[in-house]
């Protein structure tokens, strides 16, 4: 009987190890891809104001604007991504106060840092700020399908292309 039990025990722990190991997905498994195309930096001119940056790493992205007049980068958003088949899936885990004091009324005070959603709706919190800031519009999933040709990256999100010349 004893010996009955260990074995039921052994299969048992194999079966939950299997099960936990293969089948679910933390963001770690083989399931997740990221596309070694993306790696670098891309950019997109706007005109003779400014353009917009974005740098891929292994699935982790860092969005910014860079202005011509006076010099300097803007730094907006970043977070990770994933890619299949074409289609590049952005989640953004942290906005910073940069953007959101330059965008919106209210964020004069912020500092320029790094926030995610959670400290970010604690400041706003502690501000008691009553303004027109949608916090979850800028931590929402963003997919759209894109393409690489030579140095060009091409963003299309069903209605418009937005290209990007790689820079580094």
């Known amino acids: 009987m004893k010996k009955n039990y ?13 099960i936990l190991t293969f089948s679910c997905d933390n963001g770690t498994t083989s399931s997740i891809t990221t596309d070694t195309a993306l790696n670098g930096t891309w950019r997109m001119s706007w005109g003779l104001i400014f353009s917009e940056k974005i740098t ?14 006076p010099e300097r980068e803007m730094f907006e958003s970043k977070g990770t991504y994933t890619t299949n088949d074409g289609i590049i899936n952005f989640n953004i885990t942290h906005l910073h106060g940069n953007f959101l004091r330059n965008y ?3 964020f004069s005070e912020i500092e320029q840092k790094w926030y995610t959603k959670t400290e970010l709706m604690l400041y706003l ?10 916090i979850d519009y800028y931590y929402i999933p963003e997919i759209t399908t894109y393409s690489i040709n030579g140095n060009e990256l091409t963003f299309n999100d069903g209605s418009n292309d937005t290209t990007y010349t790689k820079i580094e």
Do not use: A, Q, T
């Not at 260990?6 to 299997?18: D, H, K, R, T, Y």
């Not at 919190?125 to 949608?134: L, R, S, T, V």
């Open 104 to 106: 919106f009324s209210g």
């Open 6 to 18: 260990v074995c039921f025990c052994l299969i048992l722990f194999v079966m939950v190890f299997g």
């Open 125 to 134: 919190e502690e501000i008691n700020y009553e303004g027109n800031f949608h």
């Open 56 to 69: 891929f790493l292994n699935g982790f992205f860092e969005n910014s604007r860079l202005y011509i007049d």
